[in-house]
């Protein structure tokens, strides 16, 4: 059997902020149609994995490779263009324009062309058709006038999700899409989690057990900026190294 | 004697480029600590030269004049901050720019309806007056000579409140974690009120300074705060170690600009054309810099960025 | 909430009411002062597109606004000299032909804010203010170093320079040129605004982070609306320079750079009238308090404090309330 190519890979990635060593040899693979979960103490270094993949930090040593194309002296913008989309742990939008604004803003940045100057980019059809199959996907159906900033917490957290989809992506890099949400929020956006895997794989960062163990194909575990295991969540479950590290934490339970 | 000539006009640069940083590292403070952008601390240049000047005129005396310069400034920062600066803290800088420029409007305005439009002048003090002879012949003005002192005292005395004195240890704390140090029960309003206050003396205190050897007008203070914008901008924000650092550049990099560029184009064209082009050119050479500086360190020789 | 286009026709209209009326009176002095609004305005709507649709606070615009100045100075005073604009490698005659000198002065606008923007752009925030005006301090002083076009004395060009069919230097002719400039900008201004660019330039503003995410460059954004905006006000200053008849560097002073962000930030920053408004309680306060007082600017610099302090979001902002946010 071949292994199928990975979509998102690192390469023994290193980083240091002086004596501390946020990122210090992780290899990780991301393959085709897998939700991969991030799992790690807080602390653990999983922020800082984020900015190395998604290219707002430059690592000391190492590759990202995207498609099995080396992004790693690539800026966040040429990693967006090759096919990466990453969500913010804290809810990252443009605040005054409204939902659908945002979303097309996303499908603009997919498709090119915001240097045109004359059509109203509201009176663009087929910009605007796919900025509303996006925001219906995400259950923020009939929400797309409101302005970003007037949204709830958790319909945030969609519209987000929504402008990620937009991008068309390659894969996805999501950042805690659960964080701040209530059980029934969580429950309905593992609902959408696992239906957007059939679009691209999803290298999910996520602090909700419950949502990593009932998503994830894979699970890697972070500690002190090392990946101290990676396997199946059954595997995962009965590591004792993990456990170690988890010790007095739900994951026993 | 070019050679003296430009020893000559590197100390005036030196000169110039203290007194700057005098300026610049009030600006600089008050930026690093609140998050503010003063477009008025050239106000505060203006109100120390005006205070020196009237008070030195009414009693003779310069040194009174200098008290009631770093008197006057301190309290118009402090008044300032009190009143209006502290309601713009939470504000972005756009409300900050439009807030500290119709502060500069009521400033000047203000001491035009004072004053009058003519200018003041203010002699140097007679202890201070003529030349002295520098090791190597060369004669220099006593006065100039004493600025430099006095802003390189300056300078000595602001590294050692901040790296050494309990006011310091606020100030940086400041800096660093805003809730941090209300935490802590430092009464931050009034630190920033002591900030605000200690900035704007510095400033009064170069504008009385400089007074003596210029004429003490309305709208003096803007180009001097343009020029420690510059300044910080190659610095970098923040840091009094940057200004420092900065305020020299530019004061050498101006005055030697002005004194070598239109001799240097002398060699390759006539007289006239070098002196008007070398002119030119000379009042472009510090932006230049900054530009430079930009491009190489886009967060300043000091800065954090 | 669909006040704001009906305050919007309320102003242009007003703008030229009060000219047509003050020329059938024969009070040319007003349709003057309507003039000197219009380009004003003007100068204000391209800052508007740097300060209010990209989020750039930049200081020094009156550089831009003073190169127009100068573009028109330099075109003109040849012809008027008898001379030649260049006669070296070829010869290159001066015109007083007004649409060559707009696009000159649009031209050289458009070009120093490519450089000083490119320069600028790499930093943000609170270096960006001090940056550009300090670049506006530069021109500045070069102009006053400068021997060739009058120095720190300016130059007069004595006759206003011409535009085809129109007499330029009957008062309301030249207000229907500036006027007719102002409309066509703001309705431009208003089509990129919504168009796919106004959207990109609004997430570069309000987002920056989140718009590299989504593969757009916010530094392309930023740049393209600071050469924009750039070359409109290089426009105003070009018709500022023919209104006047002179030019001088104060055109290029670091309190023009203020007065034209106050246009904008008094009328409202990001709005379409803003500037038109802005500008128009400008002038209207400088004729009324300058009556009152020598020391009207004591009075100004007072109200503009009142209104950061109190009332946010400028004249339109207080009238029409919260933008739209379309759709």
């Given at each position: 059997m071949t292994r199928p190519a990975p979509v998102l890979e690192t390469r023994d990635l290193h980083l240091s902020f002086g004596a501390l060593k946020a990122t210090d040899g992780v290899s990780l693979r991301l393959l085709p149609g897998e939700i991969h979960a991030l799992i790690g103490p807080n602390g653990a270094g999983k922020s800082t994995l984020i900015g190395l993949i998604a290219g707002t930090l430059r690592p000391d040593a190492g590759q990202v490779l995207l498609n099995g194309r080396d992004v790693t002296g690539a800026d966040v913008v040429r990693r967006a263009r090759a096919g990466l989309a990453r969500t913010f742990q804290v809810s990252s939008v443009?605040?005054?324009?409204?939902v659908l604004q945002n979303v097309m803003l996303a499908v603009q940045g997919a498709r090119g062309g915001s240097f045109r100057f004359v059509r109203p980019v509201l009176a663009d059809a087929a910009l605007r058709a796919a900025a509303m199959g996006d925001i219906d996907r995400v259950g923020l159906t009939g929400r797309h006038r409101v302005v970003a900033g007037d949204l709830a917490h958790g319909e945030r957290r969609r519209l987000e999700l929504a402008m990620a989809l937009a991008l068309a992506p390659r894969a996805f890099v999501l950042d805690e899409p659960m964080a701040g949400m209530g059980p029934d929020g969580a429950r309905e956006m593992t609902a959408l989690l696992d239906d957007l895997r059939h679009r691209a794989p999803i290298l999910l960062v996520e602090h909700d057990m419950d949502a990593v163990f009932a998503l994830a194909d894979r699970i890697s575990v972070l500690v002190s900026g090392r990946i101290i295991a990676s396997g199946t969540v059954a595997q995962i479950r009965a590591d004792p190294e993990v456990r170690r590290a988890y010790l007095g934490e739900e994951i026993l339970e | 004697m070019t050679a003296m000539l430009l020893i000559e006009q590197a100390l005036n640069g030196l000169q110039y480029g203290v007194m700057l940083f005098l300026m610049a590292a009030g600006l600089t403070l008050v930026f690093g600590v609140m998050g503010l952008i003063n477009l008025a601390h050239g106000s505060l240049f203006m109100v120390g030269a005006f205070a020196c000047a009237a008070v030195a005129g009414a009693t003779g005396s310069f040194w009174l004049g200098l008290a009631a310069s770093l008197a006057a400034a301190a309290a118009a920062g402090a008044i300032v901050e009190m009143t209006v600066?502290?309601?713009?803290?939470?504000?972005?800088h756009l409300d900050q720019v439009l807030a500290t420029f119709a502060l500069i409007l009521v400033f000047s305005e203000g001491t035009r309806w004072a004053f009058g439009s003519f200018p003041l002048y203010l002699d140097i003090p007679a202890a201070l007056a003529g030349p002295v002879t520098l090791p190597g012949g060369l004669e220099y003005p006593l006065y100039r000579l004493v600025l430099i002192g006095v802003g390189l005292g300056v300078a000595a005395g602001l590294f050692w409140l901040i790296g050494r004195t309990r006011l310091g240890i606020r100030i940086r704390a400041g800096e660093a974690d805003r809730e941090m140090i209300a935490a802590l029960g430092v009464d931050i309003s009034r630190l920033y009120t002591i900030v605000f206050a200690l900035g704007a003396a510095l400033a009064g205190l170069a504008g009385a300074l400089v007074g003596a050897l210029q004429s003490v007008q309305v709208g003096m203070g803007e180009p001097v705060l343009i020029l420690a914008f510059v300044v910080i901008v190659i610095g970098g924000i923040g840091s009094i170690k940057g200004a420092l650092v900065g305020a020299i550049l530019v004061g050498m990099t101006d005055t030697l600009g002005r004194f070598v560029l239109p001799l240097a184009l002398g060699t390759v064209m006539s007289r006239s054309d070098a002196g008007a082009i070398g002119a030119a050119l000379a009042s472009m050479l510090i932006y230049i810099l900054m530009a430079v500086v930009l491009v190489l360190r886009p967060g300043g020789l000091y800065g954090r960025a | 909430m669909r006040r704001e286009p009906l305050l919007n026709g309320v102003l242009a209209l007003a703008l030229l009411a009060v000219p047509l009326a003050a020329w059938a009176l024969d009070e040319p002095f007003v349709i003057t002062l309507a003039t000197k609004v219009a380009i004003l305005a003007l100068a204000g709507a391209g800052l508007n597109i740097a300060l209010g649709y990209g989020g750039l606070v930049s200081l020094g615009h009156a550089a831009f606004f003073g190169i127009g100045g100068y573009a028109m100075a330099v075109l003109a005073a040849p012809v008027q000299n008898f001379d030649l604009l260049m006669s070296w490698p070829f010869e290159v005659p001066g015109t007083k032909s007004m649409p060559l000198i707009w696009l000159a002065a649009m031209s050289a606008g458009a070009l120093a804010a490519l450089v000083i923007g490119a320069l600028s752009l790499r930093t943000a925030g609170v270096y960006f203010i001090m940056i550009t005006l300090a670049f506006g301090q530069m021109l500045y002083y070069f102009a006053i170093s400068w021997p060739a076009y009058g120095g720190e004395d300016g130059i007069s060009i004595y006759v206003r320079n011409g535009f085809a069919g129109l007499n330029t230097l009957d008062p309301i002719q030249f207000f229907a040129l500036a006027y007719g400039l102002l409309m066509a900008v703001l309705a431009l201004t208003h089509m990129m605004v919504r168009a796919r660019f106004g959207l990109a330039l609004a997430g570069a503003r309000q987002n920056p982070g989140r718009l590299a995410a989504l593969g757009i460059r916010p530094f392309s954004l930023h740049l393209s609306a600071f050469v924009i905006s750039g070359a409109i006000t290089a426009l105003a200053g070009a018709l500022y320079a023919d209104l006047n008849r002179f030019v001088s560097p104060s055109m290029l002073s670091w309190q023009t750079s203020g007065e034209i962000m106050v246009f904008v930030i008094l009328g409202g920053v990001g709005r379409l009238f803003g500037p038109v408004a802005g500008a128009a309680l400008f002038i209207l306060l400088e004729h009324w308090l300058g009556g009152v007082s020598d020391y009207w600017k004591l009075f100004l610099g007072l109200i503009l404090l009142g209104i950061v302090l109190?009332?946010?979001?400028?004249l339109i902002g207080t009238l029409a309330g919260r933008e739209d946010a379309h759709d």
């Open positions: 443009a605040a005054e324009l409204s | 600066i502290r309601r713009l803290y939470a504000r972005d | 109190f009332a946010r979001g400028g």
